[in-house]
């Protein structure tokens, strides 16, 4: 049976990919210039005769076809005289079925035009124009405004305009509300935009609190958090907590951080850290280190940072444990900076692209920020190293050498020498001066910078003590060490002074300012200066300068305590940084200065009030209500507060601000009725003149017991002193002289009535 089998050779298997690559020749274009049929139909009218209707049964036409199986072959058609598929049939082709494509039919391009873009049906409909009064309409607008709302009012916080601010953000949460309600009479509830809500109302509790409205951020944090519908509300009471802390409420503030802290995740790692070491400032504040001491240690366990590091020993210092004071300060030297090390910015190799990107690397921001961090770190090294120096060790100068040997292993070994220099210097407080230029000489063979910093010491201390040549030559070393040292350049300025050289002393202070603006020594220096050469006028711009710097300046009030414009700006710095308490001596040193100034002991009475110290402020009250009896502030403060604390003293105090408001009112219509009758005709004043003639002698009666009662007031031997003893007359006389007599009439005579009399007002005239 298998002799008639025969296996087809591995050669002659179908390749079923095969075919693919093959194409129709008619469709070869290469080859269009060699086809004579094509070149003649080109030239001749061949190629423009109209085609071959259908109407005509016919064959097949013979023409190549491709196949899958085999290369170019011509195949004649097997099917005889079958007519071709595309017969008309009631004026529409049929359509070839093989051929034909998706929507093709061939009878609907018959005797139109190529338009593959369907440019032949015209232009486009108009776009079906927005309805502007649809309610989804005015609803996308409104949304739109606050934004546009939101963002107008940070730009304002951010270019410091807090009012205009403020006014934004409550015009937005206006339309905002306005946007919800018509969003509800629209659409359900839950399509309302919760984003929208929670951005207008938490950059309205921002702007409140920027601008010191502490009650009505809170309230609307509040709003906010007890919202179910906003998520990840809770970590806001961070803010609350600190408008709290703002107001020196530090038991609500640890409250609410501690509400946030139990509320955001343990991924949120970074955030936590902060409301912890919140959490430990705010202990500081209450005075509990211990607790304080136990958050930045948890702080420096887990993340630790350069805030919280010197917090703890500060925590440390606070409770007197030396040997936890060695450890915190050790920790805090080993907190990591994370910048680059500055052997990034110098050129490897002469490469000039190389150098062309290290150039524009070297002060951009980040460069920039990475200097500002390494000067914090230096600032809180620095400054832990002198607090704890003179009580970790028995003595400052063992301290210190202990401080500067854990500084020279670390990362800030250049802090090791800034921290020497400063050993002198507790040395030169101490009086000690040996043993500081003995410390300062140490640093002749340092590196320029310490070097200058070393012998500018140097040579004031022996300018101090007379000894000018040694004075110039240290004073010479640190010049040229570094020129640009204006404490240097002052101090030789200071030595040629001292020699009588005046002008080349000019050039000295002249450098030193032009290094250092800021540097008051040598404008003074150069003040003087010039008085020496008779430049009056310069050394009067010179001093004028002086003054224009230090007006405001702590140490003004140093050396001129008396200085009235000095004490009134520390005093409001004090109230306006909430350390009422410290305003309270600047404002009584003004009272002594100024005893006839009422508000500065109202000033004083209101430190007292705000600070809390409710009695001394009523005490204080008390005092300037018995030299300033017509002072309706102080009895308003008076009423106040005796009302609050509960006092029966409240009555008469109210009773006194009732007669006064009542004189006050009675004295301001006497003066406007004057100034209406001064520009009235002369017979309207002749007749009010008439009305007024059987008050003079109550007007002159009213004015001595006037002048009794600021008799009455506290002699010169009291601490009160009036500054001057000259009675104040208080009668009225009519500028337009004795008024004519008022025919007698038959009417009742009017019983004239006293305003300023002492009876006692009635219940309806008190205050509820």
Known sequence: MMQNVHLAPETDEDDLYSGYNDYNPTYDTEELENDTAFQQAVRTSHGRRPPITAKIPSTAVTRPVATGYGSKTSLASSMGGRPVTGVIQDGVTRPMTAVRAAGFTKGALRGSAFDPLGQSRGPAPPLEAKNEDSPEEKIRQLEKKVNELVEESCIANSCGDLKLALEKAKDAGRKERVLVRQREQVTSPENINLDLTYSVLFNLASQYSANEMYAEALNTYQVIVKNKMFTNAGRLKVNMGNIY???????????FYRMALDQIPSVHKEMR???????????????????????????????????????????????????????AFQKLIAVPLEIDEDDKYISPSDDPHTNLVIEAIKNDHLRQMERERKAIAEKYIMTAAKLIAPVIETSFAVGYDWCVEVVKASQYIELANDLEINKAITYLRQKDFNQAVETLKMFEKKDSRVKSAAATNLSFLYYLENEFAQ????????????????????NKGNTVFANGDYEKAAEFYKEALRNDSSCTEALYNIGLTY??????????DCF?????????????????PSNIEVIE????????TQFCEKAIQYFERAALIQPTQVKWQLMVASCFRRSGNYQKALDTYKDIHRKFPENVECLRFLVRLCTDIGLKEVQEYATKLKRLEKKKEIREQRIKSGRDGSGGSRSKRESSAGSDSGQNCSASSKGERLSAKLRALPGTNEPYESSSHKEIDASYVDPLGPQAERPKTAARKRIEEDDFADEELGDDLLPE
């Open 245 to 255: 802390l703002k107001q020196r409420n530090y038991s609500k503030a640890i409250k």
């Open 273 to 327: 850290i902060k409301i912890m070491q919140n959490i430990g400032v705010t202990f500081i504040k209450t005075g509990q280190y211990s607790d304080a001491i136990n958050s930045f240690e948890h702080i420096m366990s887990m993340a630790p940072n350069l805030k919280a590091g010197f917090n703890l020993i500060l925590s440390y210092f606070a409770v007197g444990d030396r040997e936890k004071m060695k450890k």
């Open 471 to 490: 004075a110039s030559s240290y004073a010479d070393l640190a010049v040229s060490s570094d020129r640009y040292n204006p404490s240097a350049l002052t």
């Open 531 to 540: 008085k020496k050469l008779n430049r009056l006028d310069e050394a009067l």
């Open 544 to 560: 004028l300068k002086l003054h224009a710097i230090l007006r405001n300046s702590a140490q003004s009030y140093r050396y001129f």
């Open 569 to 576: 700006w520390l005093g409001a710095y004090y109230i306006d």
